[in-house]
């Protein structure tokens, strides 16, 4: 409403009329383009009244010629929609599947489009996200903003020179996109999975739209998996083959990976400030090029085994004339799959050489900051020999140090040799930290899992203005999956962000003799949701029921001592 009364006080009509005239021209009968954008006189403003089809075009105008719609014209198309019928006609829908078509300015010509009404009489469940607030603690937008904001995340890909852009400027339905984007979170507010919701509406929209069989079972894949991506790149081991494989089986196509791949980033990116971040980018674009070689069948058409083989061969040519050495014979040749997958060979010939550097040390420590992702990458070695719990001793380090840690990876080499891997955020610091700091970082690293080191870390405290509480946390909850993964037990945790959880949460795993083999760190403004894979002290996934249920217990009570417990909800023990 603000924004209407501005309009209308600063562009007086008649001086919009004269420039309009003066230095526009007509494009069609009753509308001009002028330096105010597109405008209808009194005769394409009584067109409006009878023509679905003269309105959309107004909106594909002004995505044409990278204009605006006029004050005035938005005005006229609201008088307009009480002479209208309640549905669009089907030669105005075409046109809007068209406009969906062309990104030029279409993220501010669905904004115009909808603060005049028009929207939500294409668009099914766009009148019920009008404003509609999230009461979660990811989302810092209103339903439709939410999505409009994911629109124009896609439209300014046209520009970007990385991966998602090639990807995005490749796509052919681009409009399905558009439209699956604009959809893919209309079904919340409601009892139902939001998902579930808006595979209805994608059929409603479809029949509306007269979609041929193909592209409305693709809207309707896209809507009901736009989450899938998320979910494997951050709640599950992204680097596992079972992981790459069942994203490839639900994606079914490259044409659908692609989509699925650019949808996610622009999900991602409208959430709320610096969600979308470099880390995730990485994350999500390496998961994209993996199940895009296994749908494409892009990669040699070699046997898993093969291919580790191969591996293997090229970490011993890094390593040179080291290669020869037994130990590291025995090393590369003890290389778990998970690794193999996601170090290239100069990286692996690195690590081994910091683990054949350790010597009689309990752990040696290296870091390297990574300007893509602007993270600080560390890499631990230790071994199972030297301490227990080695993984939450790290963690409470790192958390003492006041590192923010986004993610790790645990590794079991031969001879018992452990590499610990973690990538972690310093907020102390804007851009790399400096020699100082990193050095201080790794002798709390080597110091937590030194014999004698017992004793608990501390955590900063950290100041928070009252006004950044914002919605009161949601009820812890701790989910087991026995299902997915073949080799691991996989607990994801959700909780309210508070400093030394990690440590925490990892702490008690130990304690509950469970062993953590990977971890996935996601934090969403207050809400972490973190993802551990566990085995019992065997190496062996846990199938004892009871044992499983008392650590879930044990970790409502240490994520919120107050009344966690209380908050439980049923664990998932597929």
Not at 397 to 418: P, S, V, Y
């Amino acid at each position: 409403m603000t924004e209407r009364l501005s309009a209308r006080a600063v562009s007086h009509p008649y001086w919009a009329h004269v420039a309009t005239v003066l230095f526009g021209h007509w494009v069609e009968p009753g509308v001009r383009i002028g330096p105010v954008g597109v405008r209808v006189d009194r005769r394409g403003a009584r067109r409006l009244q009878t023509d679905w089809d003269a309105i959309v075009r107004l909106g594909e105008l002004a995505n044409l010629y990278h204009t605006q719609l006029a004050p005035d014209t938005v005005e006229a198309i609201r008088r307009a929609l009480p002479q209208l019928g309640e549905k669009p006609s089907a030669a105005a829908r075409r046109r809007f599947l068209s406009l969906l078509g062309h990104p030029g300015r279409l993220g501010p010509v669905l904004r115009e489009l909808h603060d005049a009404g028009i929207l939500e009489r294409f668009v099914p469940g766009m009148e019920r996200a009008r404003g509609l607030l999230q009461f979660n603690q990811y989302h810092k937008y209103t339903v439709d903003e939410h999505c409009l904001r994911a629109v124009e995340n896609a439209v300014a890909l046209l520009d970007d020179p990385g991966p998602l852009g090639r990807v995005y400027r490749g796509l052919s339905g681009k409009w399905l996109l558009h439209l699956a984007l604009l959809m893919h979170d209309l079904g919340k507010g409601r009892l139902e999975d939001h998902r579930v919701v808006g595979v209805e509406l994608a059929r409603q929209a479809a029949a509306d739209f007269a979609l041929g069989e193909e592209d409305a079972e693709t809207l309707s894949f896209l809507i009901r998996k736009h989450q899938m991506l998320t979910h494997e790149a951050f709640h599950r081991d992204s680097e596992d083959e079972e992981t790459i494989v069942r994203l490839a089986v639900q994606t079914g196509s490259p044409e659908r990976l692609e989509l699925l791949y650019v949808m996610t980033a622009c999900d991602l990116a409208a959430v709320g400030p610096n969600v979308w971040d470099g880390w995730k980018y990485d994350v999500v674009t390496r998961l994209f090029h993996r199940t895009m070689q296994y749908l494409a069948a892009e990669s040699p058409a070699t046997t898993n085994a093969e291919f580790y083989a191969q591996r293997r061969a090229e970490i011993a040519a890094a390593l040179g004339p080291d290669g020869a050495d037994p130990w590291f014979a025995r090393q590369v040749a003890a290389l778990p799959p998970a690794y193999l997958h996601a170090t290239d060979a100069g990286s692996a010939a690195a690590d081994l050489r910091l683990l054949r550097g350790r010597g009689e040390q309990p752990a040696v420590a290296a870091a390297r900051y990574r300007d893509e992702t602007g993270m600080l990458e560390l890499t631990v070695g230790t071994s199972e020999a030297v301490a227990a719990g080695i993984f939450h001793r790290l963690t409470g380090a790192l958390t003492g140090c006041g590192l923010e840690i986004r993610a790790a990876q645990i590794h079991t080499f031969g001879d018992r040799q452990i590499l610990d891997r973690f990538w972690v955020r310093d907020p102390d610091y804007q851009g790399p930290p400096p020699e100082h700091r990193i050095a201080e970082i790794c002798r709390g690293l080597i110091e937590a899992v030194s014999p004698g080191q017992a004793r608990p870390p501390r955590f900063r405290k950290l100041w928070q203005p009252a006004a950044a509480a914002g919605l009161p946390p949601a009820p812890p909850r701790v989910n087991i999956d026995n299902t997915t993964s073949n080799r691991y037990t996989i607990f994801d945790v959700f909780a309210a962000d508070r400093a030394g959880l990690l440590y925490d949460i990892a702490r008690t795993l130990f304690d509950c003799e469970l062993s953590v083999w990977r971890a996935r760190i996601a934090t969403y403004q207050v809400q972490v949701v973190d993802v551990f894979y566990v085995t019992d002290p065997d190496g062996e996934k846990c199938r004892d029921a009871a044992k499983l249920e008392a650590a879930r217990r044990r970790l409502l009570e240490v994520i919120d001592p107050s009344g966690g417990a209380r908050q439980e909800r049923p664990a998932d023990q597929r």
